[in-house]
DNA sequence: GTGAAAGCGCTAACAT
DNA sequence: ATGTTAGCGCTTTCAC
């Protein structure tokens, strides 16, 4: 690959006047304008941008850390980030932490040496003291990581509350919550919300947002409970266990048992019957996080520290009687 | 953050012995180690991989271009190419193309700009003249993109053979096939292979690689030939499409229509009905591909070109009758 | 065994 | 308006 001095050399002029009509800063003559660009033409030079960012500090890249990209809430951020970063010339770095401290504590080390420029994180694992030693901007999505970072996220509490409330208006006597995992702030949010709304006619089990594991403790669940007949689970994947549990003791979504999910993946559409859900906007708030993430970078200050999105409920199959 | 030049004035040495001691490489005394050991850590040194990169022309990281993370088939793929890399000292770009032929040409050339030290694509829109352009390894993953460029993927053939006889074996009489795009390498091998099979009892409607459309184009096509009774899909995704046409047309799966799909994602244990479907070994595919793409980037010839994996048959309730 | 110094490709003073 | 040059942080010859 050519470099800037190839360029300037075939050009006749110096790496300066090449740098400068690349960077179109500072003052070059129309003529030598045309020189250099038919030298950059010819010799088909890229700038190097590893060279680029040693000089000027700056990767034009960013890191997204998420726990698994094959759960598929992650795709649908990470398609967000990704796609608004691309546009603004930054290129994105994925990193799958499967929630493990160590493997976080890593990948942030690994992304200080390749000097990225800003961090995106989805966790509640990570080492809080880690992070505030990471000297460049961070931001976190779907959930906070620590009160000075900015986050993106819904009100999950809110849509707990609102998912539980659905099921009541339509007709549910006996309305169960599976819960995600204890210690997730999200999950423990949605949960409060289903209390707040069904004050001491609580029955709540735990499914780990895992279905198979939610099918299970569904099945047991109905089967000691028949008098259920609603379902809010922890997120869709667990909704899904818990038709798969509905489908398995052969009884009938939504007339015998409704069902809500949390979290408006595409996947709650595909399914039968479509799954009733609290509808996150994913896109948006990825793009948004993206957006600010570069904001800070650019060293601008933003206005929030606090990015809270409406959620919709969005009533399909599973709850419609 | 500190250099290597802070590293060597603290311990008392030069940059270069700092140099060998992180590199490991060339004679450095077993006291002098200990300073500069001592120093690294006092001043919590990292080196810096920009400007190692610089030097070595190497950034140790590697692109992955995908249609669309989104797609449930990608992150399962992403994740195996991921988990390779990191575990091997490399770090993994994501770009989603949305199979477009500008986009893969920009992800191209920011790619050389940034060093990257090689890629892995997955496309059949992706210009072959710059891929050959690129000179830096490249290896294809699910669908060959050029005969000199190494290939990871399954016989899909084969595969729609197996997965049309399958249905023919348990009793079917009339199988149609739902086919992914045209002009896309597998899902046009997927029904060589049906047609292999069918023998002039085709029936053959194209559904997008899409949900929607295929539930759509499905039901008009259940419509007029209600004596179909097995349906082979191009994909996971389209299956579940054909499951959806079939839930509105109130017809039972498996007994009146049995369904087969395309992939083994996740997805397709998840559903109830639970599908049938050709698997491929995803996870072990794209780390083989990391693994022969890192061997390339390290000079080393690999085996062959073209890297055929096996498929199973994977019998759930779609089929079960 | 260790150090001095050149150079990777670029940008940005500073000259002219 | 253009050129010269130092320097970003590192690795690696080449001396000693």
Redesign the interface.
Known sequence: ?STIKDVAQEAGVSVATVSRVINQNGYVNEDTRKKVENAIIKLNY??????R??YKKE?K?IGIIVP???N?F???L??GV??YL?RNGF??????SDEDADKER??L??M????VDGLIIVSNTINEQLVQQF?RPIVALDRSIHKNIPTFAIDNREGGRRATQHLLDIGCQKVAHIKGPDQIENSEARYKGYLDVINNNELVVSGHYD?KKTAQATIELLQHHPEIDGVFAGND?MA?GV??AA?YLNIKVPNELAIIGFDGI??SE????ELSTISQPIYEMSTEAARALISLIEGKVIEKIDYEFPFTLIQRQSTKR
Not at 46 to 51: D, Y
Request: hydrophobic share 35%; proline share 8%.
């Open positions: 690959m890229q700038p190097n941008s590893i060279a960012s040693l990767s890249t698994d990209i094959t598929p992650f795709p649908e990470v398609r990704e796609d691309i290129t994105t770095i994925l990193c799958n890593l990948y080390e690994v200080k040496q390749k000097y000297d279905l994947i899904l038709a798969k489908d595409n996947l595909m399914t039968s019957p």
